[in-house]
């Protein structure tokens, strides 16, 4: 199975920060990443596939890269609306589908 | 475009529940599903998927032998049988639509229902 390891597990940051969050495979999934944010309560929510592709509506201040086992999800101008858990998943060699352990963005 | 999950609540440990998930909006047919669970402040655990027909399912290890997806199209609806629960099945169950083609590795789960909650308890 692909392991999928975030880093870091938790981190603090101000409104109008800039933040990066890494997500490392196992092995390589070539293109195959995903991110998504979740809200305290709330169902995950896709915000980018194929490592770099936005899904509709989502701010253009996310962005994402990488290939191979290294990726990367940026938030630029962190917004309140931002605070949240972020996971990365693999979609590449499957079955299972695989999650990271989940990046917590807090308020500093 | 909804997704809308039931059939959770509180079961003995080795129990069985049977989750329900109705689908509107969308052509269901057209979709792989899956069922992604979380235990209480824990990560997102992918469970089971089907492809579009329910010609071909699979299982997470954790699951397997216990756990079985189904769907109905006629109904849009989706399903999993839990059997030989135990408490560390208890999370939130989500049924997740699949946005790409399993096998091709270009997928990820573009819609979500609310989630039921699961508790295997005594």
């Known amino acids: 199975d692909i392991q999928l390891t975030q880093s870091p597990s938790s981190l603090s940051a101000s409104v109008g920060d800039r933040v990066t969050i890494s997500c490392r495979a196992s092995q390589s999934i070539r293109r195959y990443l995903n991110w998504y944010q979740q809200k305290p309560g709330k169902a995950p929510k896709l915000l980018i596939n194929?490592?770099?592709t936005l899904q509709s509506g989502v701010p253009s201040r996310f962005s994402g890269s990488g290939s191979g086992t290294d990726f990367t999800l940026t938030i630029s101008n962190l917004q309140p609306e931002d605070f949240a858990t972020y996971y990365c998943?693999?979609?590449?060699?499957?079955?299972?589908?695989?999650f990271g352990q989940g990046t917590r963005l807090d308020i500093k | 475009l909804q997704l809308v999950e039931s059939g959770g609540g509180l079961v003995q440990p080795g129990g069985s529940l049977r989750l329900s998930c109705t689908t509107s909006g969308f052509r269901f047919s057209d979709y792989w599903m899956s069922w992604v669970r979380q235990a209480p402040g824990r990560g997102l655990e992918w469970v089971a998927n089907?492809?579009?027909?329910?010609?071909?399912?699979y299982h997470v290890d954790p699951v397997r032998g216990r756990f079985i997806i189904s769907r109905d199209n006629a109904k849009n609806s989706l399903y999993l049988q839990m059997g030989s629960l135990t408490a560390e099945d208890t999370a939130v169950y989500y049924c997740?639509?699949?946005?790409?083609?399993?096998?091709?590795?270009?997928?990820?789960?573009?819609?979500w229902g609310q989630g039921t909650m699961v508790v295997v308890s005594s």
């Open positions: 194929d490592v770099s």
């Open positions: 089907i492809k579009q027909d329910g010609s071909e399912y």
């Open positions: 997740v639509r699949e946005k790409g083609d399993f096998w091709s590795g270009d997928d990820a789960f573009d819609l």
């Open positions: 998943q693999q979609s590449y060699e499957t079955p299972p589908i695989t």
